[in-house]
């Protein structure tokens, strides 16, 4: 490997040591006061100056995105999607993988909703997961793709999962059971001898 190779996998290393220090000063600091937390105030307790904060996150905006990041589906969904899968078994990935990243920090989570929910990629996602139960027949009759859409967006938001969650007192793995169940109102019932 030559020098200069490994001078940059040190600086790349230092790159994201300093974008994970900021996210974790953001982290703070939006559970302590919300997303109208300065960036100023990120600087510092990252202990980095503000251009540093803007040079790797451009804006405050991308910066709460990024915080924001691990509220919606993971980001293998659209892969998933592809493959033809069951789409009820993405829908459970996706409830399952929303409900633990809000259940580790469910306070940062309440401050950052607003900022969040209704962003175009969430709805991207659950329309196109709405058309993958029709195509694959699994509407309940009278359902449409839009209402499927808008059922799948509220078993999505944050807000209904820290209201079932009830600040730990269900476990994150029960809240998605019940969002599962909800989601049977909207889901036809499987052929006989499947789930």
């Not at 996210?23 to 100023?40: D, I, K, N």
């Not at 950052?112 to 027949?137: P, T």
């Not at 793995?173 to 599962?180: G, Y």
């Not at 049977?184 to 006989?192: D, I, V, Y």
Request: glycine fraction near 8%; hydrophobic fraction near 35%; include cysteine.
């Amino acid at each position: 490997m030559s020098p200069r190779g490994y001078r940059l996998g040190r600086r790349q290393g230092e790159i994201e040591r300093t974008r994970s220090a900021i996210l974790s000063a953001a982290r703070e600091l939006v559970s302590e006061h919300g997303p109208a937390s300065s960036m100023g105030k990120i600087a510092h307790r990252a202990g980095v100056s503000r251009i540093t904060v803007y040079n790797q996150f451009g804006s405050k905006e991308r910066l709460l995105e990024a915080l924001a990041a691990g509220m919606g589906p993971p980001s293998g969904d659209t892969a998933v999607a592809e493959t033809g899968s069951d789409p009820r078994d993405e829908l459970r990935r996706r409830i399952e993988h929303a409900c633990s990243a809000w259940a580790a920090d469910p306070s940062l989570y309440r401050r950052l909703e607003a900022h969040h929910r209704g962003k175009s990629e969430e709805s991207d996602r659950d329309r196109a997961l709405a058309e993958r139960f029709a195509a694959h027949d699994l509407l309940r009759p009278g359902c449409s793709v839009k209402d499927a859409e808008d059922v799948i967006g509220i078993l999505m938001s944050f807000s209904v999962f820290d209201r079932l969650h009830k600040d730990g007192r269900r476990s994150p793995s029960a809240v998605a059971e019940i969002l599962m169940r909800m989601a049977g109102e909207f889901l036809a019932k499987p052929p006989s001898g499947q789930t």
